[in-house]
């Protein structure tokens, strides 16, 4: 008897002994494996994240650059002398964050064009690179930037030998644009200096390693390497200062400044092993200088690796030793149902779930243990078809949230857009009405010094006063825009079907003169809270929008009716034409401000005065094209509260 135990322990455990070691070594070096790459991949998102940022200073430095170039206040100060220039220039560089910033005439400019940045802009491109200033570059420019720039450089183990005991260049990035100013040629030049700029290298660090996973704890690491020189960072040394003139390791400068490869892998830094990626910089030259560097450090993760591995090993000796007694208490008699329950389990393993093993002519454990497997597979069945209920109610569940995201994103960037604008076309209306004031000013008293003598100029002094008032018109529509809440009027209760009647007979002149028929739907519906003028301004620039689109002939119709948004009842106005529609690819931007597809003939402030006037109101505006052609508006607008239209 207790040999056949014996066998039978020797044939279960058997393949536990051999293969579950095989297949934990196997399964370790692939996790081990594929959680390396993990660390990889983690450690090249972080770089891209870090490169992203470095080209959107530049980026955003040259846009400084450009837009100075060709300001009016950098043309008052180039015309008003030296000292104007200088003063200007040194408010700008500080307003623009700049370590340096001087203009250069084009014979000035001739002199510097060794610099490719300024070669470009004198041929009329601005241009943002990072270049390599000399000791002799950095103490011509004004400031501090030569003290900055210098630093001890500091021994340091498995770099490339040199004889070199400071480090006195500097990286910038420099940029330069022409200037577009009529009576000036020459370019203006700005840079900032990346050696010490503490500031950049830990705001790089802050938006790579804000989570606790590779960031916390001074874990996460970024670095701004000069050649192989550290010139900014907050690797820190075993002092807790910044390592700063500390040097890359040789096989690291090999493979980044010599090869021009991205380093991916792990990398002695200063005191310990980090995750590393390391990119190289090109200068305006096309020649590398320099390395952009992140990483973490690799011993929080050797360790959560070698505790799974130990947690690996001690499950593996404990099943082990529980199955050894497990198996000796119940291998009796149970060859027949064991082989009826491993046919059960083949057939659910190929996804039969209604397999079961029925009645297996015991009653002991083992046909306790069958009944209950038939008891478990059938809660399996049973899970099976609820967790596919749950996932196809959850699937769309997602689908309905992503679609309100996606609205809702939609929003947020038109509001963001809107109030942008907003403040701009504000400055230029102030700005617009004071030189028209002045205008309208002189030509009435050239009117009254004239006297009989103006009438020669009648017409040429009425077609002034007529100009003028187009412009005030215009302001109008920009302020309204600027500041639609001092132009609303007080907030009613209206039926949409009456104000679509009413603005119907508004623009019955534009329908009359062309082919338009009109298809109206207006039935009673609940009454909305929103000025009555404001929604007329609404409709009307819709119908005419939409008439303007259909050109000489068409069909117009208009549908009023109740709809439901996010759970809340509201009312739809839908205004479709036959004309050609609306591109796919403007479909985005109708609503934007200045957008116009009647060039010389309107402000393409209408439809963005529109959305304002309706978002204010609470309710939406959104278009689309028709299945046949044409587009299709709809003003949703929230039903109005009980109490609000007893008052009404």
Not at 169 to 198: C, F, K, Q, T, Y
Request: proline letters at 4%; aromatic letters at 6%.
């Amino acid at each position: 008897m207790r040999s056949v135990r014996l066998r039978l322990l020797i044939l279960a455990l058997l393949p536990l002994i051999v293969l579950m070691p095989l297949l934990l070594l196997l399964g370790g070096s692939r996790w081990t494996a594929d959680y390396d790459k993990v660390l990889i991949a983690n450690v090249e998102s972080d770089l891209r994240i870090a490169e992203q940022y470095l080209l959107r200073i530049m980026e955003g430095t040259g846009t400084d650059l450009g837009s100075m170039a060709s300001s009016t206040d950098f043309a008052d100060a180039l015309d008003g002398g030296e000292t104007a220039r200088a003063e200007y220039l040194d408010a700008q560089r500080k307003a623009l964050q700049l370590d340096f910033l001087y203009y250069l005439p084009r014979p000035a400019a001739t002199g510097s064009a060794h610099w490719p940045v300024i070669a470009r802009a004198l041929g009329g491109d601005g241009s943002t690179e990072i270049d390599i200033f000399s000791a002799q570059d950095m103490a011509a420019l004004p400031g501090d930037l030569s003290a900055r720039a210098r630093f001890d450089l500091i021994d340091t183990p498995n770099a490339v030998p040199t004889n070199r005991i400071v480090e006195d260049r500097g990286m910038v990035v420099h940029s330069a644009s022409p200037i577009d100013i009529e009576g000036h040629d020459g370019v203006v030049v700005g840079g900032i200096l990346l050696n010490r700029n503490l500031q950049f290298i830990d705001t790089i660090n802050a938006l790579v390693y804000l989570n606790a996973v590779t960031g916390g704890e001074r874990q996460g690491t970024a670095t701004l390497f000069l050649e192989d020189v550290r010139v900014s960072t907050n690797v820190r040394l075993f002092e807790g200062g910044r390592a700063l003139g500390t040097r890359v390791s040789a096989v690291v400068r090999q493979a980044v400044l010599d090869e021009g490869q991205t380093w991916l892998a792990r990398a002695f830094v200063v005191n310990d092993w980090y995750i590393s990626g390391y990119l190289p910089l090109v200068d305006s030259h096309g020649a590398r200088v320099g390395m952009l560097y992140v990483g973490f450090l690799e011993a929080p993760f050797t360790a959560a690796k070698r505790a799974a591995v130990t947690w690996m090993l001690a499950a593996f000796l404990a099943v082990l030793a529980i199955s050894a007694p497990l198996f000796l208490w119940l291998a009796k008699g149970i060859f027949s149902p064991l082989e009826r329950m491993t046919h059960t389990m083949n057939k659910v393993e190929a996804g039969d779930l209604s397999a079961r093993n029925g009645k297996v002519g015991s009653r002991d454990e083992i046909g306790q243990v069958a009944a209950h497997l038939d008891e478990l597979l059938d809660q399996v069945q049973d899970r099976d078809r609820e967790l596919n209920a749950r996932v196809e109610e959850r699937t769309a569940e997602l689908r309905a949230a992503n679609a309100k995201l996606e609205t809702t994103f939609k929003q947020l960037v038109m509001s963001e857009k809107l109030a942008s604008i907003g403040e701009i076309t504000a400055g230029v209306a102030h700005e617009i009405n004071n030189p028209v004031a002045v205008i309208q000013g002189n030509v009435d008293v050239i009117r009254e010094e004239l006297g009989p003598a103006a009438e020669p100029v009648k017409t040429e002094l009425g077609l002034i006063d007529r100009q003028v008032m187009r412009i005030g018109a215009i302001v109008g529509k920009l302020l309204q825009f600027a500041r639609p809440g001092e132009y609303s009027g007080f907030d009613e209760t209206v039926s949409m079907s009456a104000v679509l009647a009413d603005c119907l007979v508004l623009v019955d002149h534009v329908l009359s003169r062309k082919e338009i028929e009109v298809r109206s739907a207006l039935p009673e519906v609940p009454v909305v809270r929103i000025d009555p003028g404001e929604m007329q301004q609404v409709v009307i620039n819709l119908l005419v929008n939409a008439t303007q689109a259909m050109g000489d002939a068409g069909v117009l119709s208009l549908r009023v009716g109740p709809e439901m948004r996010d759970g809340l009842p509201g009312v739809a106005l839908s205004v479709q034409d036959t004309g050609p529609g609306i591109p796919e690819g403007k479909l985005a931007t109708v609503f934007d401000p200045f957008y116009t597809t009647k060039l010389g003939e309107g402000t393409g402030l209408g439809l963005s005065i529109s959305q304002t006037l309706i978002q204010n109101a609470g309710g939406l505006i959104s278009v689309t094209n028709g299945q046949d052609g044409g587009a299709i508006f709809v003003v949703w607008l929230p039903e109005a509260k009980a109490e609000e239209t007893a008052a009404a």
